[in-house]
Antibody, heavy 124, light 106 residues
Framework: EVQLVQSGAEVKKPGESLRISCKGS????????ISWVRQMPGKGLEWMGR????????NYSPSFQGHVTISADKSISTAYLQWSSLKASDTAMYYC?????????????????WGQGTTVTVSS | DIQMTQSPSSLSASVGDRVTITCRASQSISSYLNWYQQKPGKAPKLLIY???SLQSGVPSRFSGSGSGTDFTLTISSLQPEDFATYYC????????FGGGTKVEIK
């Protein structure tokens, strides 16, 4: 079964660092780009950025560039989203999702496999 | 950045109704437009990719059309399990989502 399994819920204080993970299984991890998507409480979906796990090349939304870092370790089929200094406004659900097609061309055709989401709560 | 505008932001409909949701891009995105369904507490689900291609396993009552800047998602006969929020997403230049359309029971 093709799936993405995300790490568990996190509760952090402002200023702390955090890395959440997304492990792929059931498919060739390096063949499909992975995106991260934020959903703040009661709000819509926001695309944050994506990574090509084969070489760790990344694209970021201007809204998130410089605020988060997306990385991947292809040896363990895992993508990461990390913050160096959390803010209360980072409180949200974060999803990873696999792009539908192979390699860069696949990024044109939507995201067909989603993780279950990781809730991040930042509060003093 | 390409801006994606969905309308309406919400609608009320009855089982069996035909429902149409529109999505407009701030510039041409060819046919690189995808549609998702999200139910409360769940991850989004891909319904339509490349404007009009039905994702595997998705019921045929869902259809998509459009190209350039104007796109439409149609549910031909609304079913109880279709009450959810729907999002468009452009994938022409990196990516952006529309603001969402909540489909509620009338």
């Amino acid at each position: 079964e093709v799936q993405l399994v995300q790490s568990g819920a996190e509760v952090k204080k402002p200023g702390e660092s955090l890395r959440i993970s997304c492990k792929g299984s059931g498919y060739s991890f390096t063949s499909y780009w992975i995106s991260w998507v934020r959903q703040m409480p009661g709000k819509g979906l926001e695309w944050m950025g994506r990574i090509d796990p084969s070489d760790s090349y990344t694209n970021y939304s201007p809204s998130f560039q410089g605020h988060v870092t997306i990385s991947a370790d292809k040896s363990i089929s895992t993508a990461y989203l990390q913050w160096s200094s959390l803010k209360a406004s980072d409180t949200a659900m974060y999803y990873c999702a696999r792009h539908r097609g192979i390699a860069a061309a696949g990024t044109y055709y939507g995201m067909d496999v989603w993780g279950q989401g990781t809730t991040v709560t930042v509060s003093s | 950045d390409i801006q994606m505008t969905q309308s309406p932001s919400s609608l009320s409909a009855s089982v069996g109704d035909r429902v149409t949701i529109t999505c407009r891009a701030s510039q041409s995105i060819s046919s690189y437009l995808n549609w998702y369904q999200q139910k409360p507490g769940k991850a989004p689900k891909l319904l339509i990719y490349a404007a009009s291609s039905l994702q595997s396993g998705v019921p045929s009552r869902f259809s998509g059309s459009g190209s350039g800047t104007d796109f439409t998602l149609t549910i031909s006969s609304l079913q109880p399990e279709d009450f959810a929020t729907y999002y468009c997403q452009q994938s022409y230049s990196t990516s952006q989502f529309g603001g969402g359309t909540k489909v509620e029971i009338k």
